[in-house]
């Protein structure tokens, strides 16, 4: 089972701090950490609890948090009711993946997490290609996500062609490591372009075998 996505609400007003927390407690896939009220506070929760996400406001009792999305390794959604575009373009400017202005609906935080779901999910990989990230970054900007198809797919495509094949016999064919070929065929799966289907032999675990499909 994959771990929940963490993630740290940074908020001086503990009344806001809560409903951030409880938003994103309500969210499947995600685990809100104890709030931190301060920049202090947020350095101390991020060097022990290790978040994925910062949610942080920019001003803070002891700083702004633009500066601490500057400082720190962890993705961050700044929410400010900050409205100039100064600041807007400073955040953004410091690495933060997005800016949600408050007062918000509790359906737009909802929204911005699970696409940042879904864009950790492509990004999970361990070699990207353009396609990979040209989608990763549409999907927490909150564009729409083309389906061309890389050169990659069209080459397991052009495999899958002959016959059926295992992503081991899709990767010697196309020159490309079992890796590659597995996420391919999978992505493939997932859009109803392959057919999967298993093949058990005598011994060990089945088979993973490939196919275009014909519906």
Do not use: W
């Amino acid at each position: 089972m994959t771990s929940p996505l963490r993630v740290l609400v940074v908020d001086d007003d503990f009344r806001v701090a809560g409903l951030h927390r409880d938003a994103v407690d309500s969210v499947p896939g995600f685990r809100a950490l104890e709030p931190a009220r301060s920049l202090t506070a947020a350095r101390a929760a991020i060097a022990a609890e290790r978040p994925d996400l910062l949610l942080i406001d920019n001003y803070l009792p002891d700083g702004e948090g633009i500066e601490l999305v500057r400082a720190t390794d962890v993705d961050a959604l700044v929410l400010s009711a900050a409205t100039d575009a100064a600041t807007v373009r400073r955040a953004l400017r410091a690495g933060a993946i997005g800016y949600l202005l408050k007062p918000f609906d509790a359906r737009a935080l909802r929204d911005r997490l699970e696409r940042y779901a879904r864009y950790r999910n492509v990004l999970d990989a361990a070699e990207l290609e353009q396609d990979d990230i040209d989608r990763a970054l549409a999907i927490v900007h909150g564009e729409p996500v083309t389906t061309t198809r890389s050169a990659t797919e069209q080459l397991v495509l052009a495999t899958l062609g002959a016959g059926e094949a295992s992503a081991g016999e899709v990767a010697d064919a196309c020159g490309i490591s079992r890796a590659t070929a597995q996420r391919h065929l999978a992505a493939l799966a997932a859009r109803g372009i392959v057919d999967v289907r298993l093949r058990y032999g005598s011994t060990g675990r089945p088979e993973h075998r490939y196919a275009a499909s014909r519906g």
